[in-house]
């Protein structure tokens, strides 16, 4: 390519019509509902890849209620994965029962051992049976579980720009007044102040897990104590000692071992929910030739590029 012109476009219809115009020769990071759009196989390809982004829920251990982990396993067991991945998403995600379980080449997660565990399959019967067992009960017939003269009410907050959030959001509201647990949802367009307050009890968020390809990253700024993201305040020697020492391993068979021991902490200390990896969607005109997309979500021009 002797030339790239690189286009932000940021209403969806129209950076659609711009692909389907000719104006432009490919959109990465496509919509599921855009990529429905171009569906004729002799005008246009659509490649997909499951990225390292995930949809996950961020516990605030600070919230009376939510300390609880018989409350926080409840939550887990109402999360349809395998619903979310397929209606909100429409099949161009992956459902996740733990970290790093993306499709990716990284060695770093073992999905089919996390979803063979009971807890993190869809359940809200066992949702149920947990909480009575944790002595929680609707002493006021309001239709809400308390325990202690408290209300299992808490706020959820996700982004406002972010369709699959919100989504994941009204299904779990759904879900969760079921079992005698109510939710209010908040959406913000810039959520990093009222993180770093506390003010929330559950965010649902969407991170590139592994941008580089190492793990470092991302438990460096979610899970050890302190850590720049680490907003509910979740907090586990094992794990930082863990972390500690997957920063200064070189062997990389180590680090892929040492990542899955913390790995399986965190779940079994479930501070966190991970929902699903979403796939990243390149659609492009067929005169583009040598397009390779990566589950970085980075590296799209390269060596390889043309356009007839």
Not at 136 to 142: A, F, H, K, M, R
Not at 200 to 209: E, K, Q, R
Request: proline share 2%; with cysteine.
């Amino acid at each position: 390519m002797d030339t790239i012109e690189l286009k932000i476009i940021d209403d969806q219809d129209a950076l659609d019509m711009a692909l389907a115009n000719g104006e432009i020769d490919l959109i990465a990071q496509e919509t599921a509902n855009g990529a429905a759009k171009f569906t004729d196989t002799s005008l246009y390809t659509t490649d997909t890849v499951t990225t390292t982004r995930a949809n996950f829920l961020n516990f605030n251990l600070k919230t009376e209620g939510l300390e609880d982990i018989a409350v926080r396993q409840a939550i887990n067991f109402c999360i349809d994965r395998e619903g979310f991945a397929e209606v909100v998403y429409q099949g161009f995600a992956t459902p996740c029962y733990g970290v790093y379980c993306y499709g990716s080449d990284l060695n770093i997660g073992f999905q089919e051992k996390w979803k063979t565990e009971d807890y993190y399959n869809y359940n809200p019967e066992k949702a149920k049976e947990l909480l009575k067992e944790a002595g929680y009960e609707d002493t006021d017939g309001d239709g809400i579980l308390d325990k202690n003269g408290v209300n299992l009410s808490f706020k959820i907050l996700t982004y406002s720009y972010n369709n699959n959030c919100i989504q994941l959001a009204d299904m779990l509201q759904a879900e969760l007044s079921q079992i005698g647990i109510d939710l209010s949802i908040e959406t913000m367009d810039v959520l990093d102040d009222s993180l770093a307050a506390g003010d929330y009890d559950i965010a649902i968020l969407n991170y590139a897990m592994a941008p580089i390809g190492t793990p470092s990253y991302f438990i460096n700024m979610l899970f050890t104590t302190g850590a720049s993201n680490n907003y509910g305040g979740y907090s586990n020697d094992k794990v930082d000692a863990l972390a500690a020492e997957i920063g200064v391993t070189a062997d990389t068979d180590k680090v892929d071992s040492l990542t899955k021991e913390l790995s399986q902490q965190v779940l079994d200390d479930n501070a966190f929910a991970f929902v699903a990896d979403q796939q990243l969607i390149f659609v492009y005109s067929n005169k583009v030739k040598g397009v390779q997309i990566n589950p970085t979500e980075y590296y799209l021009v390269t060596n390889t590029l043309a356009v007839d």
